[in-house]
């Protein structure tokens, strides 16, 4: 399966099936390839990286969703690092490292249309490499931009952060406490709960595997919710939602409760209206307008310790299908990546 | 049942206990007292009219809401025009005709302090004095600012209307037309659609009581929905919702479909997120500030025939209970009323 530099192979994961349920390696068909061969204004990029989402399982769907599903027979749609390594466009130099749609397979094409987004990511950054995935990348800027245009923090607000442990929410709670929030995290499982509290600063955690967590999110927002950054709908969501203040935000930026079940995911309307609840959808992509800026704030944040980037590392492209299934078991804390190959020392 | 002058009776619907489904005169108690006694800085007003609203059937219950609900024993709230007939206070003169929280009952104070809301109505307007509990009251307003703040129309727009031949619903599609929107309105029955088609000038109407209400939804709103004026919840605001368009609004005015039934009101919220809608909830009372603004900006459309003002006039205090259950029949055209006593000639 190892791809030579000698004789580079494309391993691809195509989509054989949409998945029912928890995602499946047989959902796939891993390919060997030739690499694809860049044409005019085009490079050829060797993925370094794997970011996987909860998007990923969106797309693998036929769900409605925000981009059109992937095609049966297609090559799995993720976002990722990679690394120039031949070009014929004046955009992209040979060494430069590139952040987009790689896709889950060893080489890509970036083009000067934006159709895969490859964008060159600047040398000489204060955070490591794979931050620009993480905290200062796309799940970064996805927790930058939905709490603070949408969630329009203020001194004293009490935020709620669901999926508190994972990628996007270790990030909100953190710019939470940054504008002066009391933040409390929602997460499964007692290590979760005490890294969120004892290593990101939170200042409280719900454990929604326990029994009494309906308990303890009313002791933890004694004043009520102001502002509910949403990531996992269902019955977490009906009762979060339950206790949001008069005139509160809501930014959902996700479900990924029902991301596997395939059924709709439905809550509650009636405290939007008794409320008032500002409920705003929103994809990062979104703001796209603005991403420069969020990114060097969002380094200067980590570089200067006011947010922590943990990432968990899985090797090898193989493993990403079953990888993925971290995101939905609650296995997961902070940024999960796949390591597909080598970066060069920067 | 009848007062006379000479000595006044305070006929009043005290609340019985909680109605169940739909509401029967028998959850109420319907008591004769004498008429309050107005104090230093009060008044006392004699009903005139009584608005009979959807939100009386939220009042009645004990679900999540913006007030208290009313308490068993109390007389039953509700908004109507008075007419001062006894003043202690400068602020209220004999003969002024006043709106607000009158109550279901002859007689009630007027007070200073703004717990009623009692608003002294200007003489010599240009519109019917129904139309302050209409078009240019509580219900013009509520279509006025939840269509304009939180709907923001823009020329174009494709704005869709739920209940729509009701007192709210036919306001906002009337001021949607004047913001140069494609008008779609929702309504029961041949008669309500002909109604708003014909006479209120919507671009298109849907008999939600056929059987192929969605072929003519989607017939009806081929670009997809900018606005969905939400007032009716249920299985309709799915079938909407899945026709909004990308970065579309949402005023969640109510939902009526679920006031008697007591249940969740539930929904689906893929589509919030995959369509980024923004859902604001609302109750007219946030835009107080601004009432005197809409209703005079309400009162020259009505004037100048820009908006129709139509309503339904139920002659008896003691028919209250049974005409509110209109409402929620799907019975009723444009405003509903109880007259209780005469109006003096203006």
């Known amino acids: 399966m190892a ?63 925000y981009m059109p599903p992937v095609e049966i027979g297609a090559v799995m749609r993720g976002g990722g690092l990679g690394l120039v390594v031949q070009s014929n466009s004046a955009r992209y130099k040979e060494g430069d490292i590139v952040s987009g749609l790689t896709n889950w397979q060893d080489y890509s094409i970036a083009g ?12 000489g950054l204060p955070v490591p490499l794979t931050a620009m995935m993480g905290a200062c990348g796309m799940t970064g800027l996805t927790a930058y931009f939905g709490l603070l245009e949408h969630g329009r923090p203020k001194e004293g607000d009490t935020l709620l952060v669901s ?43 719900i454990d929604y595997k326990r029994g009494d967590w309906r308990e303890a999110l009313a002791a933890a927002t004694p004043e009520g919710i102001d502002i509910n950054f949403e990531n996992v709908g269902g019955e977490i969501m009906d009762a979060v939602m339950a206790r949001m203040n008069l005139y509160s935000r809501m930014p959902l930026c ?14 509650d309307f009636s405290p939007i209206l008794m409320r008032r609840i500002r409920i705003s959808g929103f994809i990062v992509t979104d703001f796209a307008a603005k991403f420069a800026e969020g990114s060097v704030q969002l380094a200067q944040w980590v570089a200067g310790g006011l947010i922590k980037h943990h990432e968990t590392i899985v090797e090898g492209l193989e493993n990403a299908p079953v990888a ?15 390591k597909v190959s080598e970066a060069p020392v920067q």
Chains 1, 2 share one sequence.
Not at 112 to 123: L, S, T, Y
Not at 185 to 202: P, S, Y
């Open 324 to 338: 993925v299934n971290r995101l939905f078991d609650g296995q997961n804390i902070g940024k999960l990546i796949v």
């Open 112 to 123: 000067e249309r934006p159709d895969n987004m490859m964008g060159v990511i600047p040398k």
């Open 163 to 205: 999926a508190a442990a994972g990628a996007v929410g270790s990030v909100v709670g953190q710019i939470g406490k940054i504008k002066g929030c009391r933040v409390v995290g929602i997460a499964g499982g007692a290590d979760k709960c005490r890294f969120i509290v004892e290593q990101l600063g939170f200042d409280a955690a």
């Open 254 to 267: 996700g479900m990924i409760s029902g991301y596997n079940s395939g059924e709709l995911m439905r809550g």
């Open 3 to 65: 791809s030579s530099h000698a004789t580079p192979v494309n391993r691809q994961f195509r989509l054989r099936n949409r998945p029912v349920g928890r995602i499946k390696t047989s959902d796939f068909d891993l390919v060997e390839a030739a690499p694809p061969e860049p044409g005019e204004r085009e490079a050829l990029v060797r993925t370094l990286y794997l970011s996987l989402d909860p998007t990923n399982r969106i797309w693998m769907s036929d769900m409605d969703q």
